[in-house]
Nanobody
Framework: QVQWVESGGGLVQPGGSLRLSCAASGRAFNWSPMAWFRQAPGKEREFVTGISWTGDMTYDADSVKGRFTVSRDNAKGALYLQMNSLQPEDTAVYYC??????????????????WGQGTQVTVSS
């Protein structure tokens, strides 16, 4: 059974940083493009950033360009999200996801599998 476990969320002041981790079990992680999504209360799930299965190609939502960096360690089955210069509008539950369909740089949640519970990120002073 595939399982994702997201961690690293918390409360941070505006301008601060956090590093999220996603640990995956099973073969579903290997050779799969991955992504981070987020969902704020009352809003739809939103694409944040994606990464190819080799890790050599990434693509970001405009709202996080220059602030967030995605990376992965396939040997460990791990996905990471380094978040810098956090702002209150970044407050959301963050989810890792596996891409299973769609174009190479899809941002559509329908093209991804979500199997984790997410991790809460709150940016507030």
């Amino acid at each position: 059974q595939v399982q994702w476990v997201e961690s690293g969320g918390g409360l941070v002041q505006p301008g601060g940083s956090l590093r999220l981790s996603c640990a995956a079990s099973g073969r579903a992680f290997n050779w799969s493009p991955m992504a981070w999504f987020r969902q704020a209360p009352g809003k739809e799930r939103e694409f944040v950033t994606g990464i190819s299965w080799t890790g050599d190609m990434t693509y970001d939502a405009d709202s996080v360009k220059g602030r967030f960096t995605v990376s992965r360690d396939n040997a460990k089955g791990a996905l990471y999200l380094q978040m810098n210069s956090l702002q209150p509008e970044d407050t959301a539950v963050y989810y890792c996801a596996r891409k299973n369909a769609g174009p190479l740089q899809s941002q559509n949640p329908r093209h991804f599998d979500f199997w984790g519970q997410g991790t809460q990120v709150t940016v507030s002073s």
